[in-house]
C-alpha cells in the first residue's frame, strides 16, 4: 500500500517568515495529493490540492509543487501569520482513500 | 452549504461495551470514508464505501463493522470496546469521482473508559 513520509514533524517560524513542509510516497501510482490544516479538536480541512498533471499550484499565501520522478511534493505558506498555526498533514491516494503523512505542527510566533 | 455531519459528537463507553457512530454525508456524495486519529496522530484509514458497497479497506479490526444505507449515511459499529479504541473518528464523503476533495465531518470523539 501507499505510504507517506512527512517532514518536520514540528516548524517554528516568526511571522512573517516563509513555511516550507515536505512529503515523499511510495506508490508510484498516486494520483492526488491533498494538504489539509487541522486545528486543535477539529477537523481536517483541505487548504490546497495537487493532481498528478500539474507541477506547481498557487493559492494567495499557499502554494504546492510536485515532483513526480522524485514521488515528493512540498507545502508552501509565504508571509505567515498566527492564524496559520495548526497541524497540517500532507496525503497521497491514487483511488478514493487517502494516506496520510505524519503531520507537521507548524507554530507561528508573533 | 450542508456539510457532512456526525453523531454523537462525544461518546463515552466501558470497556467491552459496543458503540455506533454515524455519519451523514454531503447530498449528492456517494463515497463515505472512515477515519480513526488518536491523540497526536494523523488520520488512518478505516473503510470506504461507494454507492452503498464497500470499495476499500485499510486497518479496522474485526470487532468494528460498517455500512452505507439506501440513503447514503454510514454507521460504524464497534463491538468488544477496548481502551486503545479511544480517539477521534472522522468521517468524509466526496462525490463519485476518484480523486476529489474528502470533506470531512466534526468528527465524534470516544473515550472508553
Known amino acids: 500500500g501507499e505510504n507517506v513520509e512527512q517532514h518536520p514533524s514540528t516548524l517554528s517560524v516568526q511571522e512573517g517568515d516563509s513555511a516550507v513542509i515536505k512529503c515523499t510516497y511510495s506508490d508510484s501510482a498516486s494520483n492526488y495529493f491533498p494538504w489539509y490544516k487541522q486545528e486543535l479538536g477539529k477537523r481536517p480541512q483541505l487548504i490546497i490540492d495537487i493532481r498528478s498533471n500539474v507541477g506547481e499550484k498557487k493559492d494567495q499565501r499557499i502554494a504546492v509543487t510536485l515532483n513526480k520522478t522524485a514521488k515528493h511534493f512540498s507545502l508552501h505558506i509565504t508571509e505567515t501569520q498566527p492564524e496559520d498555526s495548526a497541524v497540517y498533514f500532507c496525503a497521497a491516494s491514487w483511488g478514493r482513500a487517502l494516506t496520510f503523512g505524519s503531520g507537521t505542527r507548524l507554530q507561528v510566533q508573533p | 452549504a450542508a456539510g457532512v455531519i456526525q453523531s454523537p459528537r462525544h461518546l463515552i463507553k466501558e470497556k467491552r461495551e459496543t458503540a455506533t457512530l454515524k455519519c451523514y454525508p454531503i447530498p449528492r456524495h456517494d463515497t463515505v470514508y472512515w477515519y480513526q486519529q488518536g491523540p497526536g496522530q494523523d488520520p488512518q484509514f478505516l473503510i470506504s464505501?461507494?454507492?452503498?458497497?464497500?470499495?476499500d479497506k485499510g486497518s479496522i479490526p474485526d470487532r468494528f463493522s460498517a455500512q452505507q444505507f439506501s440513503d447514503y449515511h454510514s454507521e460504524l459499529n464497534m463491538s468488544s470496546l477496548e481502551l486503545g479504541d479511544s480517539a477521534l473518528y472522522f468521517c468524509a464523503s466526496s462525490p463519485g469521482t476518484v480523486n476529489t476533495e474528502a470533506f470531512f465531518g466534526q468528527g465524534t470523539r470516544l473515550t472508553v473508559v
Open positions: 464505501f461507494y454507492e452503498k458497497m464497500q470499495s
